[in-house]
Every structure is written in C-alpha cells, then in structure tokens.
C-alpha cells in the first residue's frame, strides 16, 4: 500500500470512528493496533462481498425457488437446516483445530473458497442434469457448502477480535451488513426488474456470480495482517470438544448466553414460513425478487444502526430485536390459523419478511458483538464453537418440531416460534451487560 493509499485509509476510517480517540486501540496488543484501519476496510470488504453471496444462494428464497424450477419441491424442507446447522454443529471440532494456530486468517480464506466451489458445483449441476439428480446434487453441495462456512464463523470472529479494537467491532458488522443490502438491493433491481419466471439459464448465472464474490472475498481476507496469538489448547480436536462443552456447566454467564441465543433462532426459522403463506396465494415470479427486495431494504437500512447501538448495548439491541421477532411471529401466525376466511392481502408477506429481517439483523448483530466482547483471548474461539455447535443441534430439533407442527398449519409454526422468540426475549432482559 502506497503512503498516499495509507493515509486516506486512516482519514476514512477515523471518520468512520468519529471519535477524538479513533485511534486508540482497546483490547488488542500495541503492534496490531497500527495496521487496524487497513483491516477495517479489508476485513469490512471481505464480509460485503460475502453478503452478496449469501443473498445470491439464500435457502429461504432463491433455493427454494430453484427447487421448484426443476421440479424438485419435496427437497425444500432441507435446504434451511442443511445450510445452518451444517456449519454450525462441527464448530466444536473446527474450533480447536482452529485454535492450534496462532494465525488463524487462513482458516476463513479456505472457508471462503471452499464456499465459492460448491456454489459453482450449484451452477453446474442445474445446468447439466435434470430433476431429483440436480436436487440431490444441490443437497450435496450446500452439505459442503455450510462445513467450509463453519470454518469461517470460526475464524472471523477471532480474527476481527486480534485485528480491530472494542468499541469498533460493532459498526463493523454494521457497516459490512448495510453496505451488503444496499449492494442487493441494485443487484436484485438489475436482476428482475421486468422479468418473468426466471429460468435454468437465469439461476445459473446468478449462482457462477455468486461464487464469484467468495472468491473475491478469500482474496481480500488473504491480506489482512494479522499478528500471532495463544495457542492453549490445541491438542486433539475430540478431547478438547469435551473439554470445551464443560464450559456450559462452569460459565454461568456463557451458559446464559447460549439458552437466549438458542431461543432468537425464531427470527431465522420464521422467515421460510411467511413465504409458504405467500405462495400459497400466488405462486409469481415477481413475489421472488419482492422478497429478495424486502430481505436486502431490511439489513440496508437497519443494520449499521443496530451496530452503533451494539457498541452501546448489545444486550438491548439482541432485547429489541427479539421483541420485534416475536410480536410479528405472533401476530400473523394468530391471523394466518385463525382467520382463513380473510386471507391477508398479499403484500403483506413481503412487509412483514422485511419487518422480521429487521429484527433478525438486531438479534444476530447484538449476539454477535456480545459474544466477542465478553470474552478475550482464546476464549472467543471456544465461545464461538460451543455456542455455534448447541445451536446447530437445536436449529435441528426445532427444525424437526416445525415439520411436525406444519402438518396442522403454517401458522401454527409460525406461533410455536412466536412463543419460543418470547422466551428469549425474557432470557435476554436479564443478561449482564457487557
């Protein structure tokens, strides 16, 4: 990086601190804290990028559309759990591979390509096979695709911990998910702005582009400096998931932590339900790119408001959103089980998606930056793991649960998830602030 490049670097990003300290570094070593505004930008490039992607392959809408293209919509059911207890679950074993390495940026760039692969072998199974044998080959990939995903929640976490200080990590996942909205709401303007049932051609140019950020953002995550760090732990990667899971029984505050984040997951297993509502009114293609829209205006204009406030709070900002989340789930649930002589109008569904990406993004937000504030060191890697893990098991059993409840009624589901979002939203009322 030249000097000119160095110092507009800093400029930018002590306007973005907008702080008489911006530069102060709290939390992180001296040596790391003179390359911070360079890893800023690389590590906020990188998680754009990545958004990108994750609108792009999102197993609540574009997947879940493509299914149904090639004539494959008993497989839906998969797509949700497959994509997020896949790379959660293994997290345990992943962590303390991970945490045998002082350096750890490797781990998420091997992530991300391992990502941006299985999306191209996405692309490639849609385009030349047909039926259950390109459904069964999607299935596989996005098995894959979630394990390398595990490899990046891991890591990034870690690696934003070492590489940018307290106080900033906050507008960081703000910033990266706003801009990630904003950048998907032109792609999904440019996309089906005047365009009718997308087809085989349309879903494999979107999935080759789609890849095609992973492999972007590996690149950029690549150069981020990253100094060494501990290393306690990393003997075998079994043993020490066991030794990691007795956290639960002697962390108090983590075990807190881990029931109300496992009660939020309502405002991710929610968002497919209101969708089968809509298409059951109408099954258009135009309802796709609404709820794409609807998915990329809510991170857009709430995320880095939601970030600022986790720099203040993230206790509140997890407590607001899951009040957000639960309201909603309950409120149309109640409407959609106990009013089907008055269908709700059909715009209704994208609002109320967009309401709940709202929410979800405070909830995922306010967890994220409290998980990493209230542990340091090496601590992070094993907080991150066990947590990722539990809740991956638990995305599952509830996952389960709703297939069972969906028989009686898509409301019904959405009510069970409205009452499981209520009880963590009491569990967060009382978390400690961190």
């Not at 299935?139 to 929640?153: E, K, P």
């Not at 029984?249 to 405002?267: N, W």
């Not at 991150?384 to 069972?404: D, E, F, Q, R």
Request: aromatic share 8%; proline share 3%.
């Amino acid at each position: 990086m030249t000097e000119a490049s160095k110092n507009a670097t800093d400029k930018l990003y002590d306007l973005i601190a907008n702080e008489e300290d911006a530069r102060a570094c709290s939390d992180i070593p001296d040596e790391a804290c003179r390359e911070v505004p360079r890893n800023f930008f690389l590590i906020l490039a990188s998680n754009v990028l990545t958004k990108l992607g994750d609108l792009l392959t999102s197993p609540k809408t574009v997947l879940t559309w493509l299914m149904g293209t090639i004539g494959t919509p008993a497989l839906v059911a998969w797509l949700v759990p497959i994509r997020e207890s896949g790379s959660m679950v293994p997290q345990l074993l992943i962590g303390a591979w991970v945490r045998r390495r002082p350096v750890r940026k490797g781990f998420w760039v091997l992530g991300s390509l391992g990502q941006a692969a299985s999306v191209a072998v996405m692309a490639a199974s849609i385009w030349w096979l047909q039926g259950y044998a390109a459904g069964g080959v999607i299935l596989a990939a996005l098995v894959c695709f979630s394990l390398f995903r595990g490899f990046c929640s891991v890591a990034m976490k870690d690696v934003q911990g070492k590489c940018v200080p307290k106080g900033r990590r906050g507008r960081l996942s703000g910033l990266a998910t706003t801009l990630g909205g904003a950048g998907t709401v032109l792609l999904t303007l440019l996309l089906f702005w005047g365009r009718g049932e997308p087809g085989i051609a349309f879903y494999t140019g979107v999935l080759l582009l789609a890849a095609l950020m992973w492999l972007v953002a590996g690149s950029l995550f690549a150069c981020v400096e990253e100094y060494q760090g501990e290393t306690g732990g990393g003997g075998n990667a079994f043993r020490q998931a066991v030794v990691n899971l007795s956290l639960l029984k002697t962390d108090a505050p983590f075990r807190h932590f881990v029931f109300t984040r496992s009660c939020l997951l309502c405002s991710a297993l929610a968002a497919p339900y209101l969708v089968l509502l809509a298409q059951q009114q109408t099954d258009s293609g135009w309802l796709l790119g609404g709820f794409l829209l609807a998915s990329s205006l809510a991170a857009s204009l709430s995320a880095s408001v939601w970030g600022w406030m986790a720099d203040q709070s993230s206790r509140q900002v997890m407590l607001r959103g899951a009040i957000i989340a639960s309201s909603l789930c309950l409120i149309i649930g109640t409407h959609a089980l106990f009013m089907t002589s008055q269908p709700a109008p059909i715009w209704l569904y994208p609002a109320a998606f967009f309401i709940l990406g709202i929410a979800h993004a405070g909830v995922r937000l306010g967890r994220k930056t409290y998980l990493v504030d209230m542990a340091g060191g090496n601590k992070r890697t094993d907080y991150t793991s066990v947590s990722n893990t539990l809740a991956g098991v638990l995305l599952l059993v509830v996952g389960g649960l709703s297939a069972a409840v969906s028989f009686l009624s898509e409301g019904a589901v959405i009510i069970m998830l409205g009452l499981l979002g209520l009880v963590g939203t009491l569990s967060a009322q009382r978390l400690p602030e961190v």
